[in-house]
C-alpha cells in the first residue's frame, strides 16, 4: 500500500512524558513546553491527566495548566488540547477546566487493568460508557486508548484479537479515534503488524492511531511498518519522555523529533517545524537535567554546535 501523504501527529509529552517523572516539575514549565510545542507546529496537544493525584501526583496540577494553555493566543491556532479522563469525576473536574476534548484509556489485559485503573475491563467500559455520554451531551470528543495490544508487563503477550475487541467497544461507543498502545514497547513490526491487522477488521484504520513505547528501540521501525499498512495518526512524546507508573520496565515512548524526521525522509506532511521542536525538546530536557532520548535531536544538537 502506498504510505500516506500526509500524518496527524498527537503529541502525548507532557503527559505520558511526565506522569512517570519522580522530580515534580512545575505547572509553569509543563505550560511554556506545551506553548512551545504549539509554537513547532503540533496541533493535537495532550496536556494532562483528571486521574487521583494519588495514583500520579505529577499530574495534581492538571486544572492550572489546562486552564493556561486554553487561554493562550496559540489555542486560537486550532491546536486541540486532549486530557485523560478515567471516570466522571475527572471528566467533571477536566469540564470545569474548560477541557474541549477528552479521552479514555482501557486495555487488553485484564492485569493492566486492573493496577492501572483499578477495575475490571468490563467496569472500565461501563465508566468509560458514562463519560462518553456526558461528554456527548456537551459536544466534547472523546479518543480512546487501548493499552498492552502487543504485550502486558503482568500476562505476557496478548492476543490481537483482544485488542480489537476493546478498540471496536470504544468504537461503538463514540470514540472518534482509537489509540493503539504498545505500553511496554516490545512490538516488533511483525507482531505490530498482526495487532493492526486484526484492529483493522472491526476498526477503520482511518480511525486507528499508533501509540508506540521505545523501549526495544523498536518503535521507529513499528511506525515504518503502520504507515505501510496505511495508519496515520501517530502518538509521540518530546525528547523521548514518558513510561506509565504502572507498566514496570516500561520506557519512554517514540520521541516526536525522531517520528518527524521519519516522517521529512519519506516526504510524508506533518505540519511541525523540526528545529522548533528539537529546541522544545532541549528545553524540557535542561529542565529535567538529562539530555533528549531523541537521537535525531541529538544529532542535530551536536551539528549546531560543530557549526
Ligand atoms: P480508585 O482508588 O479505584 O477510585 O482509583 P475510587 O473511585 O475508589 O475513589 C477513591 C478516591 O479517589 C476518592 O477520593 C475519589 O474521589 C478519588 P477520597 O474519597 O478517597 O478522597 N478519585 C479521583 N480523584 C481525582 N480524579 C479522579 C478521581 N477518581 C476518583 N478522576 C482511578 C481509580 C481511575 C481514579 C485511579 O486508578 C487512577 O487515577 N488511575 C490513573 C492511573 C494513570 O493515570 N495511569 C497512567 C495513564 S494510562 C497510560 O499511561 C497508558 C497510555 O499512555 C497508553 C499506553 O501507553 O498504553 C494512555
Ligand atoms: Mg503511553
Given at each position: 500500500?502506498?504510505?500516506?501523504?500526509?500524518?496527524?501527529?498527537?503529541?502525548?509529552?507532557?503527559?505520558d512524558?511526565?506522569?512517570?517523572?519522580?522530580?515534580?516539575?512545575?505547572?509553569?514549565i509543563?505550560?511554556?513546553?506545551?506553548?512551545?510545542?504549539?509554537?513547532?507546529?503540533?496541533?493535537t496537544i495532550?496536556?494532562?491527566?483528571f486521574v487521583?493525584?494519588?495514583?500520579?501526583?505529577?499530574?495534581?496540577?492538571n486544572?492550572?495548566?489546562?486552564?493556561?494553555?486554553?487561554?493562550?493566543?496559540?489555542?486560537?491556532?486550532q491546536?486541540?488540547?486532549?486530557v485523560?479522563?478515567?471516570?466522571?469525576?475527572?471528566?467533571?473536574?477536566?469540564?470545569?477546566a474548560?477541557?474541549?476534548e477528552v479521552?479514555?484509556?482501557?486495555?487488553?489485559?485484564?492485569?493492566?487493568?486492573?493496577?492501572n485503573?483499578?477495575?475490571?475491563?468490563?467496569?472500565?467500559?461501563?465508566?468509560?460508557?458514562?463519560?462518553?455520554?456526558?461528554?456527548s451531551?456537551?459536544?466534547i470528543r472523546?479518543?480512546?486508548?487501548?493499552?498492552c495490544?502487543?504485550?502486558?508487563?503482568?500476562e505476557?503477550?496478548?492476543?490481537p484479537?483482544?485488542?480489537?475487541?476493546?478498540?471496536?467497544?470504544?468504537?461503538?461507543?463514540?470514540?472518534?479515534?482509537?489509540s493503539?498502545?504498545?505500553?511496554?514497547?516490545?512490538?516488533?513490526p511483525a507482531?505490530v503488524?498482526?495487532?493492526?491487522?486484526?484492529?483493522?477488521?472491526v476498526?477503520?484504520?482511518?480511525?486507528?492511531?499508533?501509540?508506540?513505547?521505545?523501549?526495544?528501540?523498536?518503535a521507529?521501525?513499528n511506525?515504518?511498518?503502520?504507515?505501510?499498512?496505511?495508519m496515520?495518526?501517530?502518538d509521540?512524546?518530546?525528547?523521548?519522555?514518558?513510561?506509565?507508573?504502572?507498566?514496570?520496565?516500561a520506557?519512554?515512548?517514540?520521541?516526536?523529533?525522531d517520528?518527524?524526521?521519519?516522517?521529512n525522509?519519506?516526504?510524508i506532511e506533518s505540519?511541525?517545524?523540526l528545529?522548533?521542536?528539537?529546541a522544545?525538546?532541549?528545553?524540557i530536557?535542561?529542565h529535567?537535567?538529562r539530555a533528549?532520548?531523541?537521537?535525531?535531536?541529538?544529532?542535530?544538537?551536536?551539528?549546531?554546535?560543530v557549526?
Amino acid at each position: 500500500m502506498a504510505l500516506p501523504k500526509r500524518v496527524k501527529l498527537v503529541e502525548v509529552g507532557p503527559r505520558d512524558g511526565l506522569q512517570n517523572e519522580q522530580q515534580m516539575v512545575p505547572a509553569a514549565i509543563k505550560i511554556e513546553l506545551i506553548e512551545r510545542l504549539a509554537g513547532a507546529g503540533l496541533s493535537t496537544i495532550e496536556a494532562t491527566s483528571f486521574v487521583s493525584p494519588r495514583w500520579v501526583p505529577q499530574m495534581a496540577d492538571n486544572a492550572e495548566v489546562l486552564r493556561a494553555v486554553l487561554a493562550s493566543p496559540l489555542h486560537g491556532a486550532q491546536v486541540s488540547y486532549p486530557v485523560l479522563t478515567p471516570n466522571l469525576k475527572g471528566f467533571d473536574a477536566a469540564v470545569e477546566a474548560g477541557a474541549q476534548e477528552v479521552a479514555i484509556f482501557g486495555a487488553a489485559s485484564e492485569a493492566f487493568s486492573q493496577k492501572n485503573i483499578n477495575c475490571s475491563i468490563a467496569e472500565s467500559l461501563k465508566r468509560f460508557a458514562a463519560v462518553v455520554d456526558a461528554a456527548s451531551a456537551l459536544d466534547i470528543r472523546v479518543r480512546g486508548y487501548v493499552s498492552c495490544v502487543v504485550a502486558c508487563p503482568y500476562e505476557g503477550a496478548v492476543d490481537p484479537q483482544r485488542a480489537a475487541w476493546v478498540a471496536r467497544q470504544l468504537v461503538d461507543m463514540g470514540c472518534y479515534e482509537v489509540s493503539l498502545g504498545d505500553t511496554i514497547g516490545a512490538g516488533t513490526p511483525a507482531s505490530v503488524k498482526r495487532m493492526i491487522e486484526a484492529c483493522a477488521v472491526v476498526v477503520p484504520i482511518k480511525r486507528l492511531a499508533g501509540h508506540y513505547h521505545d523501549t526495544y528501540g523498536m518503535a521507529i521501525a513499528n511506525i515504518y511498518a503502520s504507515l505501510e499498512m496505511g495508519m496515520a495518526v501517530f502518538d509521540s512524546s518530546i525528547a523521548g519522555l514518558g513510561g506509565c507508573p504502572y507498566a514496570p520496565g516500561a520506557s519512554g515512548n517514540v520521541a516526536t523529533e525522531d517520528v518527524v524526521y521519519l516522517l521529512n525522509g519519506l516526504a510524508i506532511e506533518s505540519g511541525v517545524d523540526l528545529d522548533k521542536l528539537v529546541a522544545a525538546g532541549q528545553f524540557i530536557s535542561r529542565h529535567l537535567g538529562r539530555a533528549p532520548a531523541s537521537k535525531a535531536a541529538r544529532a542535530l544538537l551536536s551539528r549546531q554546535r560543530v557549526a
